[in-house]
């Protein structure tokens, strides 16, 4: 598990395309900085156990 984002409440599943996103809502700005591996870190990034993330799901 490299990827921060899959510890995140944020990370969930799309039924629809079949794939995981992030569901933070970030600006343009943001998103920029994370596509181009600028970002020193997730300013939404919120750690959760599996239990709170399927809390969240539902």
Do not use: S, W
């Amino acid at each position: 598990m490299n990827d921060p984002c899959e510890l995140c409440m944020h990370y969930e599943y799309d039924e629809e395309f079949d794939n995981y996103e992030c569901d933070a809502g970030l600006d343009e700005d943001d998103m920029y900085r994370f596509l181009t591996g600028n970002a020193k870190g997730c300013p939404f990034f919120q750690q959760g156990d599996e239990y709170q993330i399927v809390k969240h799901q539902m």
